[in-house]
């Protein structure tokens, strides 16, 4: 990602509907705002800003040209690893329920998207996100992707409501995350993303890479 500095260095940037992250700012939501109503960027709210009072305050607060809002925020006072193909209903509901509220947000912001990560095959524990994620063989990819559709499926009907698009975001497979011949991440490849494109075949989803 480019740094800070450089993209003050280029002229006209922000002409272009460039969107910078937050993630740019080590997650620092204040600096994030303070720079981008300074050099008119409009500015995506990602994932990894610890949960912070007020913080959706800040989002609707800020005096921005365009604002996104990208799959884990606000994060919640009590963290959880949002995971839309997950068997454990208590973490499929909380993630279904954490999306439908961003979708609503979105609209508020009249923002014409959100955007969210890719479903895993195992229970992932937060403190892992990032890194080696500790895997241990879970579940098979076709019930998760089962449970993943099913779960775009509802979160769909909430994104027509408030006309709101959704964007699904790859997953990325490290070497280190590799378990033998089993891939825990969904939508790791160009086909299974292009696959639940088509089992879904709705004009308000796309894919974010």
């Known amino acids: 990602m480019m740094s800070?500095?450089?993209?003050?260095d280029?002229?006209?940037?922000?002409?272009?509907n460039i969107y910078l992250s937050t993630m740019v700012f080590n997650d620092d939501i204040s600096k994030a705002i303070e720079f981008s109503e300074k050099f008119d960027f409009r500015l995506e709210f990602s994932s990894?800003?610890?949960?912070?009072?007020?913080?959706?305050?800040k989002l609707f607060e800020s005096n921005l040209k365009g604002k996104l809002?990208?799959?884990?925020?606000?994060?919640p006072?009590?963290?959880?690893?949002?995971?839309?193909?997950?068997?454990?209903?208590?973490?499929r509901n909380k993630s279904l329920d954490h999306c439908k509220k961003n979708i609503e947000?979105?609209?508020?912001l009249n923002s014409n998207y959100f955007s969210f990560h890719s479903g895993f095959c195992f229970e992932p524990n937060h403190m892992n996100l990032g890194g080696k994620l500790g895997l241990s063989k879970g579940n098979s990819r076709e019930k998760s992707l089962e449970i993943f559709l099913e779960s775009i499926t509802d979160l769909m009907n909430h994104a027509r409501l408030y006309d709101v698009n959704l964007c699904i975001e790859n997953n990325v497979l490290t070497k280190e995350n590799f378990f033998e011949d089993y891939i825990p991440l969904l939508c790791c490849?160009?086909?299974?993303?292009?696959?639940?494109?088509?089992?879904?075949?709705?004009?308000?989803?796309?894919?974010l890479f």
Not at 69 to 75: G, L, Q, V, W
Not at 105 to 108: A, F, M, V
């Open 48 to 57: 990894g800003v610890k949960y912070e009072k007020g913080l959706v305050g």
């Open 77 to 91: 006072r009590k963290p959880f690893v949002l995971n839309l193909s997950s068997e454990n209903k208590s973490i």
């Open 69 to 75: 809002i990208h799959n884990y925020f606000p994060a």
């Open 4 to 8: 800070i500095n450089k993209i003050k």
């Open 189 to 207: 490849t160009a086909d299974e993303m292009i696959y639940v494109l088509e089992q879904i075949n709705d004009k308000y989803l796309s894919i």
């Open 10 to 16: 280029i002229d006209n940037y922000n002409e272009s």
């Open 105 to 108: 947000y979105s609209r508020k």
